[in-house]
């Protein structure tokens, strides 16, 4: 039986281990990317995991006294603050990255290179919402909530909650279709099981699923990535 404190690290290792394998492919794996001050980008990125990790650690303390992944009025309370910001810069946040006002995820499945190059020669000439962007950095920690918030507390959740909280996460997928970009895919797609994982260690979720069922659906989607990874980095310029 694990205890709370392992159970408590989990999500910080996995989520560790999936950042810097990420940054292990991005320095040696086989794409050349190219850029600049490589060593100063590589430093960036190591010590903004330290501070994740420092972060994670001050909170133990508030943590344990709940001796348990307690969900309370502030946690859902929290919870709604998220969705309201991520609803609100949806719209806005489609123009910013992807030029209109609704992604066209049938464009980004079906000719993923092309609508990365389309989309990227659009932003070298400037992106007008640039400000949508810096809008989404000030509100970045509910922006970002969302997504793993809605898996843990998913038994908790009443259906209006449930319903706007796959909205978010939909249009956030969708973003990243319509542009051809990997990255927004791979996030959800690989930290869903650690999410799940958790959510059934919290208590919060009646969801049971054997273990067969559970790795044969996370082959499925991983493998649905690959083929969209695959078939952007094939068509793409460059």
Same mark, same amino acid.
């Given at each position: 039986?694990?205890?709370?404190?392992?159970?408590?690290?989990?999500?910080?290792?996995?989520?560790?281990?999936?950042?810097?394998? &990420?940054?292990? !492919?991005?320095?040696?794996? %086989?794409?050349?990317?190219?850029?600049?001050? @490589?060593?100063? /980008?590589?430093?960036? =990125?190591?010590?903004?995991?330290?501070?994740?990790?420092?972060?994670?650690?001050?909170?133990?303390?508030?943590?344990?006294?709940?001796?348990?992944?307690?969900?309370?009025?502030?946690?859902?309370?929290?919870?709604?603050?998220?969705?309201?910001?991520?609803?609100?810069?949806?719209?806005?946040?489609?123009?910013?990255?992807?030029?209109?006002?609704?992604?066209?995820?049938?464009?980004?499945?079906?000719?993923?290179?092309?609508?990365?190059?389309?989309?990227?020669?659009?932003?070298?000439?400037?992106?007008?919402?640039?400000?949508?962007?810096?809008?989404?950095?000030?509100? &970045?920690?509910? !922006?970002?909530?969302?997504? %793993?918030?809605?898996?843990?507390?998913?038994? @908790?959740?009443? /259906?209006?909650?449930? =319903?706007?909280?796959?909205?978010?996460?939909?249009?956030?997928?969708?973003?990243?279709?319509?542009?051809?970009?990997?990255?927004?895919?791979?996030?959800?797609?690989?930290?869903?099981?650690?999410?799940?994982?958790?959510?059934?260690?919290?208590?919060?979720?009646?969801?049971?699923?054997?273990?067969?069922?559970?790795?044969?659906?996370?082959?499925?989607?991983?493998?649905?990535?690959?083929?969209?990874?695959?078939?952007?980095?094939?068509?793409?310029?460059?």
């Amino acid at each position: 039986m694990l205890s709370f404190k392992v159970k408590w690290l989990f999500p910080l290792l996995a989520f560790q281990g999936y950042l810097t394998l &990420s940054q292990i !492919l991005f320095f040696f794996g %086989p794409w050349d990317w190219g850029g600049d001050n @490589r060593f100063k /980008l590589f430093l960036y =990125l190591t010590v903004s995991q330290v501070f994740i990790a420092v972060g994670y650690f001050i909170g133990w303390r508030r943590v344990n006294r709940c001796e348990s992944f307690c969900v309370d009025f502030r946690s859902i309370r929290y919870f709604d603050r998220c969705l309201f910001f991520s609803i609100v810069l949806a719209v806005p946040t489609s123009l910013s990255r992807t030029g209109s006002l609704f992604p066209d995820i049938v464009t980004g499945l079906t000719n993923t290179g092309f609508a990365y190059n389309e989309n990227f020669e659009r932003l070298e000439y400037g992106n007008p919402y640039l400000v949508v962007e810096y809008l989404r950095i000030l509100f &970045s920690v509910f !922006l970002v909530s969302v997504y %793993p918030m809605m898996i843990v507390y998913w038994g @908790r959740l009443n /259906l209006y909650r449930r =319903l706007l909280s796959l909205f978010v996460v939909l249009t956030t997928v969708f973003t990243y279709v319509a542009t051809g970009t990997n990255k927004g895919v791979a996030d959800l797609v690989i930290t869903a099981p650690v999410l799940m994982i958790l959510a059934v260690w919290s208590g919060n979720s009646d969801f049971k699923v054997s273990k067969k069922v559970f790795f044969s659906i996370f082959s499925f989607l991983f493998f649905a990535f690959l083929l969209f990874f695959g078939a952007g980095q094939k068509q793409r310029e460059g």
